[in-house]
């Protein structure tokens, strides 16, 4: 079945540095690709998605690329802040199913 | 507007006792999804209902898990002899329509405990 890799397990930036995360899934026909954002004991939030149309998509200081020829989606935020810090997802949908495959996360934490 | 909520937002119970978990989707919501989060994972998939019927339950990992969708709103998840190995915390998400490449938008979850 459908698999989603995702690396690093944690990340420590400096504030004001960029931070990058990667995943990796196995279904070709994976078409949707959100990632969330989940702090401690809270729900998990959409920060941006990406559909398998368009190689890349940007949102203020948040960017998502998509590599659909290798299979490989990264998350990229600039300029990080001390609130960035938190657990980050990747999902991967495959057309015709209707149920998200995440990854096992990101713990991203920015040092000030 | 309201959010997805799920209750109850914590439950203790013991091994072999039944439990049910709720979850009210946003308004308007027809598609509706169980995901269980174990400590250090990411959310895994276990139902999907379109309106009231369950079009995909795949990922329920034994017959002891059971989720009902009667009135097309909210939905209950149901686990029949509680065992430790189901602890964890069990997110519900809603979607406008199920047609796919749809933004999921979770609840808060139900962290569940069996000692």
């Known amino acids: 079945g459908e698999n989603v890799e995702q690396h690093p397990s944690t990340l420590s930036v400096q504030e004001g540095d960029s931070a990058v995360i990667k995943c990796t899934y196995s279904d070709s026909a994976s078409n949707y690709f959100p990632w969330y954002k989940q702090e401690l004991g809270k729900r998990p939030q959409l920060i941006i998605d990406?559909?398998?149309?368009?190689g890349e998509k940007k949102d203020q200081r948040i960017a998502v690329t998509l590599n659909k020829t290798a299979k490989h989606f990264s998350l990229h935020i600039t300029e990080t802040q001390p609130e960035d810090s938190a657990v980050y997802f990747c999902?991967?949908?495959?057309?015709?199913?209707?149920?998200?495959?995440f990854g096992t996360g990101t713990r991203l934490k920015v040092l000030a | 507007g309201a959010g997805v909520s799920q209750t109850p937002s914590n439950k203790v119970t013991e091994k072999g006792k039944y439990v049910e978990l709720r979850c009210d989707p946003i308004?308007?919501?027809?598609?509706l999804y169980w995901y269980r989060q174990s400590l250090g994972q990411g959310p895994e998939f276990l139902i999907y209902f379109q309106g009231t019927g369950a079009a995909d339950d795949s990922g329920l990992p034994n017959d002891r898990f059971f989720a009902v969708r009667p009135e097309g709103s909210v939905s209950t998840l149901k686990i029949q002899r509680t065992e430790r190995g189901d602890s964890a915390v069990y997110l519900c998400?809603?979607?406008?329509?199920?047609?796919?490449?749809?933004?999921?938008?979770f609840g808060p979850g139900t962290r569940l405990l069996v000692l």
């Open positions: 998400a809603s979607s406008l329509g199920g047609a796919g490449q749809e933004t999921q938008y």
């Open positions: 999902a991967a949908m495959t057309s015709g199913t209707y149920k998200y495959i």
């Open positions: 990406i559909r398998s149309n368009v």
């Open positions: 308004s308007g919501h027809t598609a």
